[in-house]
């Protein structure tokens, strides 16, 4: 983990957790599939690995959103101080403001056009 989370690229480290996160899922449909493919053919043992290889990927894919999440949450923390719920802020919309920031800051500046 970088020592300095302020570092991080908010950015990539969503799309990285949808596509992981996507293709975990995707396995764990395949595993469904086969699973019920086994069961159809009579292959009750392989059937029931299969079900549990699906069930394992399910966990794993939600394992890794809340851990990616939670780097987010630390990331954020890191460059804005600590986001605790006051009585007149939610820590969901002091965080909602920060990615806010830092997606606007990210962006470039629009041309413009000459009048």
């Known amino acids: 983990m970088p020592s300095d989370l302020r570092s991080i690229d908010l950015a990539t480290l969503n799309i990285a957790r ?3 996160v996507a293709c975990l899922r995707n396995h764990v449909c ?3 599939q086969q699973s019920s493919d086994a069961v159809a053919e009579g ?6 690995m299969l079900k ?5 990927g399910d966990l794993l894919a939600g394992v890794v959103s809340t851990e990616i999440s939670g780097l987010l949450s630390k990331s954020l ?3 804005f101080g600590d ?14 403001d920060a990615i806010a920031l830092e ?7 629009p041309e413009l056009a000459p009048f």
Not at 43 to 48: F, G, K, P
């Open 43 to 48: 292959r009750l043992s392989n059937a029931v």
């Open 83 to 96: 986001l605790t719920s006051t009585s007149h802020r939610s820590v969901a919309g002091q965080i909602l």
């Open 52 to 56: 549990n290889w699906s069930f394992a």
């Open 18 to 20: 949808e596509v992981i």
């Open 77 to 79: 923390n890191a460059r």
């Open 103 to 109: 997606v606007a800051s990210a962006q470039e500046a």
């Open 30 to 32: 395949q595993w469904e």
